[in-house]
């Protein structure tokens, strides 16, 4: 008996003929081995101390199709001292297939010892050499002995023959892995309708997984509600894993075609590290938060509601701060903090207006109480202060609380300034801090001091002073001048002194006066005594001329 094709079959019956035994034995033979090509058998044997990385090609195939039917399953199994192995793998390839080698994918394992690493081989196939390989990934169980492996595959298309080889290697460097197939689908219904089957899971080639969808756009795509188990081992109901590098996980919410991202939330970060957590978009943030220094980032208007009216929002750290940005940088801007009533108008205002201005304000920054501008002036008022202080209206210093002024240059002090009647403003009397004081005036845009006091308290005026009585304390008299020791110049030689030096004696001259001033208190004490000692003279003068009488009437 032997194997033979169809068309000789075909001779052996037809018409007016007759088979013969051989012939139907051959017809016995080729029914029981019509379709050998579809499953192959065989044994090979790895020697004593074979190593991570050994390889033997041990199959080529034909695949139908000019090479595009391939889909096979490779079982392999094998004992090895104490371990027991077997494992199931598909290989899925077509004519278009490179000239490499890449790993199959395993669909099953099962080991004798459930460790992670108790097998030693995978399978690989070269789709463009059509072959396969067993290589070895691990060397676990007795290593005094060979291993043998039996194998078994089976082609799910047509193939057209098998052709046995042996071709022995070592390559211990990692290799790629062949897709089983371009996309899986799975289709469920109710068997016994006439309705179509729906699209249960679909996993398309980019390995995006889809439940209830035909086109996941995502890792996984879900069409429908989300049930997570309370009795999940996972903290949380369900974890997010970033990358050892930068990162960013979340959730988005999409338009109703799936075109459009609307919004979300999720985390940034790097390796095991969360940078920020935002609400909104990746791209356009509307709140964030940075874990590491506790910082909430708002973009756009905050509504803050307790659950009750006394419920107040606290911000708790060593040095808060709350930073207000912009978004854009032009045009005319207010930052700040408006208090609304229930009624919703408002009430007071805490900010800046533009870059220039610091504002406290009933209703809304236009109404502007307290102002203070970026070069330091303060307003009380008025939005427009024209000096480190500007007061519109009245001051009231409580008793015990005298003002005080205190700088650096020697002319601070206090200007007085009033109102025309045409508005405009007139300039008044100035009180300066010159070493000791001075009160001033302005005429013609020119400022001099009319009044100046020194610390060691004397005053001086400039121009006349007009008063109804002027007192002068605690300075002696000349009375001296009537006592009986005293020593009265002689009329002589006054008019000695008199003759040379222009001015009675202990009276300043003219030119003393002009140049050091005058004591008036002294100046009116020497006065006094030459007002006395005038006196002295007209008694002296009054003797000698009664004298002068007596010896006349004798």
């Known amino acids: 008996m032997a194997k033979k094709t169809i068309a000789a079959l075909k001779e052996y019956f037809k018409a007016a003929k007759r088979p013969t035994e051989s012939q139907f034995g051959d017809l016995i033979d080729s029914y029981v081995h019509k379709d050998e090509s579809s499953e192959y058998s065989t044994t090979v044997e790895f020697p004593v101390g074979f190593q991570v990385g050994d390889y033997i090609e041990f199959l080529q195939f034909s695949p139908a199709g000019v090479g595009a039917g391939g889909f096979f399953e490779v ?17 899925s390839v077509s004519h278009a297939n490179s000239d490499i080698w890449r790993e199959c994918g395993t669909i099953n394992k099962n080991n004798y010892l459930d460790w992670d690493s108790n097998y030693n081989f995978t399978i690989d196939v070269n789709g463009g050499l059509k072959k396969f390989r ?22 799910i298309n047509k193939n057209n023959a098998w052709t046995a080889m042996e071709i022995r290697g070592n390559n211990p460097a990692s290799i790629p892995l062949q897709p089983m197939t371009k996309e899986w689908n799975l289709w469920v219904g109710d068997l016994v309708s006439t309705e179509s089957a729906k699209v249960g899971l679909k996993v398309n080639k980019e390995g995006n997984v889809g439940v209830k969808t035909q086109n996941p756009l995502a890792s996984l795509d879900i069409q429908g509600k989300i049930l997570f188990d309370s009795e999940s081992p996972i903290i949380g109901g369900t974890a997010i894993r970033g990358y050892d ?14 075109t459009q991202n609307i919004g979300g939330f999720g985390a940034v970060g790097e390796q095991n590290r969360i940078y920020k957590y935002y609400i909104g978009k990746y791209e356009d943030q509307i709140v964030s938060f940075n874990p590491e220094n506790r910082q909430t980032s708002f973009n756009g208007n905050i509504d803050v509601y307790g659950e009750a009216k006394s419920r107040s929002q606290k911000i708790s750290d060593y040095s808060p701060t709350i930073y207000l940005d912009r978004s854009e940088n032009f045009g005319g801007f207010t930052q700040g903090i408006q208090s609304r009533l229930l ?87 100035f009180l300066y801090g010159w070493t000791g004081g001075a009160l001033g005036i302005k005429k013609d845009n020119n400022e001099f001091n009319v009044l100046s006091w020194k610390e060691n308290g004397n005053v001086a005026i400039q121009g006349k002073v007009e008063a109804k009585e002027f007192l002068v304390s605690a300075t002696p008299t000349a009375d001296h001048v009537f006592a009986s020791d005293y020593n009265l110049r002689g009329i002589h030689d006054l008019e000695k002194f008199i003759t040379e030096k222009s001015h009675l004696p202990e009276i300043p001259s003219a030119k003393e006066m002009t140049d050091n001033g005058l004591s008036l208190g002294d100046f009116q004490i020497k006065l006094l005594q030459k007002i006395e000692e005038l006196t002295l003279y007209a008694i002296s003068q009054n003797k000698e001329i009664e004298n002068l009488k007596a010896i006349i009437k004798k």
């Open 75 to 91: 079982s392999i199994v094998y004992t090895r001292g104490f371990i027991a192995s077997a494992a199931t793998h598909i290989a």
């Open 134 to 155: 067993i290589r070895v990934v691990n060397t676990v169980g007795s290593v005094d002995e060979p291993l043998k492996v039996s194998i078994k595959i089976r082609s």
């Open 245 to 258: 590098t930068m990162w960013a996980r979340g959730y988005n919410f999409v338009s109703y075609n799936g």
């Open 343 to 429: 009624d919703g108008t408002n009430n007071w205002f805490f900010g800046n207006l533009g870059t220039e201005y610091w504002l406290v304000s009933k209703g809304t920054h236009e109404n502007a109480l307290l102002a203070v501008r970026e070069d330091g002036n303060v307003g009380v008022g008025t939005a427009n202060p024209l000096a480190k202080l500007d007061v519109a209206g009245g001051i009231n210093v409580a008793a015990g609380s005298p003002i005080q002024l205190g700088g650096h240059s020697s002319s601070h002090g206090l200007k007085y300034k009033r109102f025309n009647s045409d508005n405009s403003l007139l300039d008044g009397p």
